[in-house]
C-alpha cells in the first residue's frame, strides 16, 4: 500500500510540477494578468466606496469589512477559476483528447492534480496583487491562525467541489464538441455567484438563498467569510461538513457523468 | 518476445477471392478463424479483433438559419459507418501495414485498438485485454502516433515532455537514462533536448514524437501516418528507427498510411480496408503477384528504332534517343521474350526490369480490381 502510494506520489507530483513551467512559458501572460489585475482590484474599490457613499453598512456589513472581503476576494480570485471546459473543448476539437485518454494515468486524477498544481501556481503568481492590495488599499490581513486554518480547509473543499462541478458541465463537451456559448455562460456565472464582485451577505434573501445551493460560492466566498471575519471561526466544523457533502456528491455525479460521455467522444480531424 | 516468433508470411495468405464479394470475403476469414482457434500453448496474439464494428450519428440539417432553427427542435441524424464488422488477428513481433483511402475506417479502427473509441459492435483485444475496459493497464503497453497532432506538452522543452513520460509510465532512471541515450543517437534528438516542441519543424516533431512514443519500450506501436509531410530524408531516419524497435525489441506495430513506400518498407503483410470492410489481409508479396499484372522494362539503346514488333501485352511507354521504356502484361508474355524481341531489333547496351509498384497496385485494388477479380 505505502508502495502504491509512493509511486502514486511520485506520477502525479512530476504532472504537478508540470504545471508551473507551462505557465512560465509565457512570461507576457503573467505582465498582462497582472496589469488586468490591478485595473479591476482598483474598479472595485472605487466602486464600493461609492455604494458606501449613501449608507454606513450593506447587509450588516461597513465598508471596511465589504473592502477587506473584495480584496481578498482579488487576491483570492484563483480559487475560482476552473478551465476544464475550454481545456475539455480544446483536446476534443483537436483530437489530442486521444493522447489525453492514453496516458497510463487516472483521467480525472490527471485533471485535478494538474487544477490543484495551477491553483497553486496561481496563487504564487497574485503576490503583487496582494502587496498592491496592501499598499495602495490598505488591506489589513487577518492574524487570527485559527480563521486562516478554517479559510484554508474551506478553500481545499470548495475549490475541489466547483472542480466536480465544472467536470460535470464540461462533459456535455462530449456531445456537442462546441463550448464557446457554455464556457461564457459558466464564467460569467461563476465569476458572479462566487462570491468575488460582491460579498454574499449584501444579497438580497432569495439570491443569497439561490446561490448556497448551487455551487459556485464554495470556492471562494464561503472560505473568506473566514478570513475577512464575516463567518465566525467557530462555525467551520459545520461549513466543512457541508462542503464534504458537496465534495462526495458532486465526485459521484462526476464521475458517473464521464463514464457515460466518454462513450460518446469522438476524435476530430481523422 | 523475439522476433524470431513472427509466424511466416503463409500464415497470412488471403482467402481465396475466386468468385467471392467483399462480405463474403470478410466472412470467410472469421468463420475460418471461428473453425480453426490457435492450438493449445500458442502465443497469445498482440491483437485480436472479431467483427469489430463501429457507426457515427451525424447531425443533419437543413441549410440556412431555418434549417438551424429547425434543428433546435427536430435534431435528425444521419448513421454514418465508419467500420463494419472486420476481424483480424495480429501475432506478437508483426509489423502489419494499415491502409486504405480517406474515410476507409483505418483511423477509427485504430482508435477502437487503444481504447479512444468504443465500438458499437463486436470484440477487440489487445495483449488480452479489452483496451477501453481496461485503459490505465492497455496504455502501459502500447504506444500510439498519431501523425497530426502530438502527445508531447507543447510549451515545454523535449527533454522536460520526455522526463515526465517518464515519471508517467515509471520507466526506472537508469533505463529511462540509457533509452534516451539510445533514441538521442539514433533519432539525432540531442539538438532538440532543450527546444520547445512548438518551436520545432514538422520533421523535428515526428522524431521527438516516435521517442515519446517508444521510451517506454510499449509491446504494441499503432502509427498513424507518421511520415506524412516529411522529406526523404527523415522518412528514411524514422523507418530505420521503427525497423530497429520491431528488430530488437519485438515491438508489434500497426501502421496506416498513404505513403505505400513506408509500406514496402517495413511490413511483411498488408490490410486493405475499403469503406469500412477488409478487402485484402496478406502478405505484400502476394498482393503484387495477384494484381501486379504489369512490369516495365527499361533499354539503354545505342539509336532508337523507327517501330518496334513487340510481343502480344507489351507497349513502348517511352521512347527517348538513349532510352526506350516498355511496359508487359505479364499474364500474356515474359520478361525475356520482351527482352528477346527488343534486342533483335534495336542495339541494347543495358536493361533493367522494374518490380511491380506497390502503389500503382493499391490504387488498381481502390479502383475494383479484386470486385472484379471476384466476378470474373
Same mark, same amino acid.
Given at each position: 500500500?505505502? #508502495? ?16 508551473? !513551467? ?39 456589513? #461597513? ?7 473584495? @480584496? ?44 490543484l498544481a495551477s491553483l497553486a501556481t496561481r496563487m504564487i503568481m497574485q503576490l503583487p496583487m496582494a502587496l498592491l ?78 446561490? @448556497? ?14 478570513? #475577512? ?34 462513450? !460518446? ?6 | ?8 508470411? %503463409? ?9 467471392? =464479394?467483399?462480405?463474403?470475403? =470478410?466472412? %470467410? ?29 451525424? %447531425? ?29 488477428? *495480429? ?24 481504447? $479512444? ?8 483485444? $489487445? ?7 481496461? +485503459?490505465?493497464?492497455?496504455? +502501459? ?17 523535449? *527533454?522536460? =515532455?520526455?522526463?515526465?513520460? &517518464?515519471?508517467? /509510465? ?6 529511462? +537514462? ?32 516516435? &521517442? ?9 506501436? /499503432? ?61 505484400? =508479396? ?7 499484372? /504489369? ?40 520478361? %525475356? ?16 526490369? &522494374? ?10 485494388? /481502390? ?10
Amino acid at each position: 500500500m505505502i #508502495s502504491y502510494l509512493r509511486r502514486q506520489a511520485s506520477i502525479y507530483g512530476a504532472i504537478a510540477a508540470s504545471v508551473p !513551467k507551462r505557465f512560465l512559458a509565457f512570461e507576457i501572460w503573467f505582465w498582462v494578468g497582472l496589469v488586468l489585475g490591478a485595473i479591476e482590484m482598483m474598479i472595485l474599490v472605487f466602486f464600493w466606496r461609492a455604494v458606501y457613499g449613501q449608507t454606513a453598512t450593506l447587509g450588516g456589513l #461597513s465598508l471596511d469589512q465589504t473592502l477587506t472581503y473584495i @480584496l481578498l476576494a482579488q487576491v483570492f480570485a484563483a480559487l475560482a477559476d476552473q478551465d476544464l471546459i475550454w481545456e475539455f473543448g480544446y483536446n476534443l476539437r483537436e483530437g489530442l483528447i486521444a493522447h489525453m485518454l492514453l496516458r497510463p494515468v487516472g483521467f480525472q486524477t490527471n485533471y485535478y492534480v494538474q487544477a490543484l498544481a495551477s491553483l497553486a501556481t496561481r496563487m504564487i503568481m497574485q503576490l503583487p496583487m496582494a502587496l498592491l492590495a496592501t499598499a495602495a488599499f490598505g488591506l489589513r490581513w487577518p492574524t487570527d491562525l485559527a480563521a486562516w486554518g478554517a479559510f484554508l480547509v474551506s478553500a481545499l473543499l470548495g475549490y475541489t467541489a466547483l472542480f466536480f462541478f465544472h467536470w460535470i458541465l464540461a462533459c456535455l463537451t462530449f456531445y456537442t464538441t462546441e463550448v464557446w456559448g457554455l464556457g461564457v455562460l459558466v464564467y460569467g456565472l461563476t465569476r458572479f455567484f462566487s462570491g468575488g464582485l460582491m460579498p454574499l451577505a449584501i444579497m438580497p434573501v432569495w439570491l443569497r438563498t439561490l446561490v @448556497l445551493a448551487i455551487p459556485f460560492a464554495q470556492s471562494l466566498a464561503i472560505p473568506l467569510n473566514f478570513l #475577512s471575519g464575516i463567518t465566525p471561526v467557530a462555525e467551520a466544523p459545520a461549513t466543512w461538513l457541508f462542503q464534504l457533502a458537496w465534495v462526495i456528491g458532486l465526485g459521484v455525479v462526476s464521475q458517473l457523468f464521464f463514464r457515460v460521455a466518454v462513450r !460518446k467522444v469522438t476524435v476530430q480531424g481523422g | 518476445m523475439s522476433i524470431d516468433s513472427v509466424p511466416s508470411p %503463409s500464415q497470412f495468405a488471403p482467402p481465396t477471392a475466386g468468385a467471392v =464479394s467483399y462480405n463474403e470475403i =470478410s466472412r %470467410s476469414r472469421r468463420e475460418a478463424q471461428t473453425a480453426a482457434p490457435a492450438p493449445a500453448g500458442s502465443l497469445m496474439p498482440a491483437i485480436e479483433v472479431e467483427n469489430l464494428r463501429k457507426v457515427f450519428y451525424i %447531425s443533419k440539417k437543413d441549410p440556412g438559419l431555418a434549417g438551424a432553427v429547425k434543428a433546435l427542435f427536430r435534431p435528425r441524424f444521419d448513421e454514418k459507418v465508419a467500420v463494419d464488422g472486420i476481424s483480424l488477428r *495480429v501475432e506478437p513481433g508483426e509489423m502489419v501495414g494499415y491502409i486504405g483511402v480517406n474515410g476507409a475506417g483505418k483511423s477509427t479502427t485504430i482508435k477502437m485498438l487503444t481504447g $479512444v473509441l468504443v465500438p458499437t459492435g463486436g470484440t477487440v483485444r $489487445v495483449l488480452g485485454r479489452d483496451p477501453h475496459r481496461d +485503459r490505465v493497464a492497455n496504455a +502501459r503497453d502500447v504506444g500510439v502516433v498519431f501523425g497530426q497532432r502530438s502527445q508531447m506538452w507543447w510549451d515545454l522543452a523535449l *527533454v522536460e =515532455s520526455l522526463n515526465l513520460i &517518464a515519471k508517467i /509510465y515509471e520507466i526506472p532512471a537508469a533505463r529511462y +537514462r540509457e533509452l534516451l541515450d539510445e533514441f538521442a543517437a539514433t533519432l539525432e534528438l540531442n539538438e532538440l533536448l532543450s527546444v520547445p516542441i512548438r518551436n520545432m519543424s514538422l520533421g523535428q516533431k515526428m522524431r521527438a514524437e516516435l &521517442a515519446a512514443t517508444l521510451i517506454h519500450e510499449p509491446k504494441v506501436v /499503432y502509427l498513424d501516418e507518421p511520415t506524412i509531410g516529411l522529406d526523404l530524408i527523415v522518412k528514411e531516419r524514422i523507418r530505420d528507427f521503427i525497423k530497429e524497435q520491431n528488430r530488437t525489441r519485438g515491438t508489434t506495430v500497426i501502421l496506416t498510411t498513404h505513403d505505400l513506400g513506408d509500406i514496402e518498407e517495413l511490413c511483411q503483410r498488408v490490410i486493405i480496408i475499403d469503406a469500412g470492410h477488409i478487402i485484402f489481409d496478406g502478405p505484400i =508479396s502476394t498482393i503484387k503477384d495477384r494484381f501486379g499484372k /504489369y512490369r516495365e522494362i527499361t533499354f539503354e539503346v545505342a539509336a532508337g528504332a523507327a517501330r518496334l514488333e513487340l510481343p502480344a501485352g507489351a507497349d513502348v511507354i517511352a521512347a527517348e534517343p538513349r532510352t526506350l521504356a516498355l511496359r508487359f502484361d505479364r499474364t500474356q508474355t515474359t520478361a %525475356s521474350q520482351v527482352a528477346a524481341a527488343v534486342m533483335s531489333q534495336v542495339d541494347v547496351r543495358d536493361f533493367s526490369l &522494374a518490380e511491380p509498384d506497390l502503389s500503382a497496385i493499391v490504387k488498381q485494388i /481502390y479502383n475494383g480490381a479484386l470486385q472484379e477479380e471476384a466476378a470474373a
